[in-house]
């Protein structure tokens, strides 16, 4: 279903991408800028579950994503949001603020503005500390206090995966925070009261490779024991790069992103588990900040767009040394569920990584769970190094997680830490010298200080086109000192965000 319209897929295979069909189909505002995920171009509309057999939509990057994934499913372009004489709210907005420019990435910014524009619970801002005196808003209707909240409540980091090549940036705020509320009779507003279309199982083949969606766990467990070189797919942003950058080819793609089983959610009293194949949005959204390190991490994980697709699954999978969620479950001592035909084992992440790109993960498995024990330390922090502050990939990557016993008549100790690294080496490791030079150790700068040497020399850091190796041997040493800086007494006063 394309614009309300329904559609032949036809034999796209698995190796044909969503804006390469939807543009095949004549359906061409979506563009193809950078090709990885990065422009925001390419944006669409899908409707996804909400958790609660509802409807939310969904902005992603169509380049990144297989097109025989969207067998049966249902998908908006900025085409079938307006017309000519016609235009929907946010086409409407910005045009008459002139947001535009060139065009080249409007249709893009246009869906990713409409997708928050429906999310529900987007209401105007109550004035808060930092609003001017006289009850006036900042320029453009902004309140000071929250530079990057409008007045209706707009979030601006739902545009964090667009750029517009023409620098119409507050032309573009303007418009988004001009928007009002939908109107009682919007059909897209109606349509999140009715339920998502249910996964469909899918399969189709070309000259260059099949795409097959399983229609259950044990199926895809026993495709994938048939078919151990096979390439899986769930939210598919790395799959889209080495697609459509390398060129790279699979004879066989499994797409596991709908099945219920990679798709739990629960929190029990040990700990709480998150399905593989759940988006990253939409595990930010049901922890709703249970776990402060994971909350502190996901605003700086690339980009919303980016985020309403990638899985954790997906990080783990690659076992990339540069992965950003994976220093954070370092820790936090995450566990995974690794599941094949043969049953499943639990491997604690600490223990999984093996070499560059490499883990203890055997072809015929796949994720199935990230399992986080808790109660979680109550002091962390992430700390990502980038060139950007949103939407790249870090040169190095810290994340904290601190307990401290006793503190309330004097310094308190520190009962138990755990530092996760990324960037710094040919896998995401644990700083173990810097975390035997603090436990034990009263919390003061001294010993914050002495433990920084350690932490200096950690890894093996090389240098590149991101940084150098003595910037991220730097990097390391300075931010165990802003961890102390931020944390002094150890109550975590808003966590190691920039």
Partial sequence: MVNGRTRELGEVGGHVTLLEWLRTSGLTGGKEGCAEGECGACAVLVARDDGKNHTRWVAINACLVPAAAFDQQEVVTAEGLGAPGQLHPVQREMADRGGSQCGYCTPGFICSMAAEYYRPGRRAAAPARGAYQNGSCGPNGSDPGHHEHGPNGFDLHALSGNLCRCTGYRPIRDAAYALGEPDADDPFLARLGEPAPAPAATMTSSAQGRYVRPASFAEALELLAANPDARLVAGSTDWGVELNIRHSRAALTIGIDRIEE??????????????????????????????????????????????????????????????????????LDASLVLASVAGEREV?????????????????????????????????????????????ISSVAVAYALRLDGGASGTPTVAEVRIGLGGVGATPLRALAAEDALTGQPWTRDAAAAAAEELARAGTPMSDHRASASYR??????????????????????????
């Fill in 473 to 498: 041997t730097a990097m390391l040493r300075n931010s165990l000192l802003k961890f102390y800086a931020q944390n002094p007494g150890g109550q975590n006063p808003g966590g190691g965000r920039p």
């Fill in 262 to 331: 990679l798709r739990d959610f629960s929190v029990g009293p040990a700990g709480i588990d998150l399905g593989a194949a759940l988006s990253l949005s939409e595990i930010e959204f049901r922890l709703a900040g249970r776990i402060p390190l994971l909350a502190d991490l996901f605003p700086q994980f690339a980009s919303r767009l980016i985020r309403n697709g990638a899985t954790l699954g997906g990080n783990l999978g690659t076992a990339s040394p540069i992965g950003d969620t994976l220093p954070a479950l370092l820790a």
């Fill in 348 to 392: 604690r992440l600490a223990e999984y990584f093996t070499g560059y790109r490499q883990s203890v993960k055997r072809p015929d498995e796949l994720i199935k769970t990230v399992r986080i024990g808790v109660p979680v330390a109550p002091v962390t922090a992430f700390h990502k190094i980038a060139k950007r502050r949103f939407d790249d």
